[in-house]
Nanobody, 125 residues
Framework: QVQLVESGGGLVQAGGSLRLSCAAS????????MGWFRQAPGKEREFVAT????????WYADSVKGRFTISRDNAKNTVYLQMNSLKPEDTAVYYC??????????????????WGQGTQVTVSS
């Protein structure tokens, strides 16, 4: 298992930007594919983006494509989510997660075995 701690959430106006970070500890970070998910009030948690072990391959939900960028720094055991052109509908608790599955790119939460506690992102209109 790997332990994950998110940071970087906050309150931002529509059109603004935030960068979320997720620091990992425990087993070798570079052995995990990583993902970001979010859960808005009253809604189920949903896929946002995933990135492969070495950061070559990335996948995004259609709702964030072109606005969000997932990246990782294996030397720092950290995965990032750069969020630009934020919209009120991006308001949610954002979670990072780690996967050992070859199917991680589908963004299915069942493929992710370790989760952080989440960080709140609020976008005001």
């Amino acid at each position: 298992q790997v332990q994950l701690v998110e940071s970087g959430g906050g309150l931002v106006q529509a059109g603004g930007s935030l960068r979320l970070s997720c620091a990992a500890s425990g087993r070798t970070f570079s052995s995990y594919h990583m993902g970001w998910f979010r859960q808005a009030p009253g809604k189920e948690r949903e896929f946002v983006a995933t990135i492969s072990r070495v950061g070559i391959s990335t996948w995004y939900a259609d709702s964030v494509k072109g606005r969000f960028t997932i990246s990782r720094d294996n030397a720092k055991n950290t995965v990032y989510l750069q969020m630009n052109s934020l919209k009120p509908e991006d308001t949610a608790v954002y979670y990072c997660a780690a996967s050992s599955s070859t199917w991680y790119y589908r963004g299915d939460q069942a493929d992710f075995g370790s989760w952080g506690q989440g960080t709140q992102v609020t976008v005001s209109s």
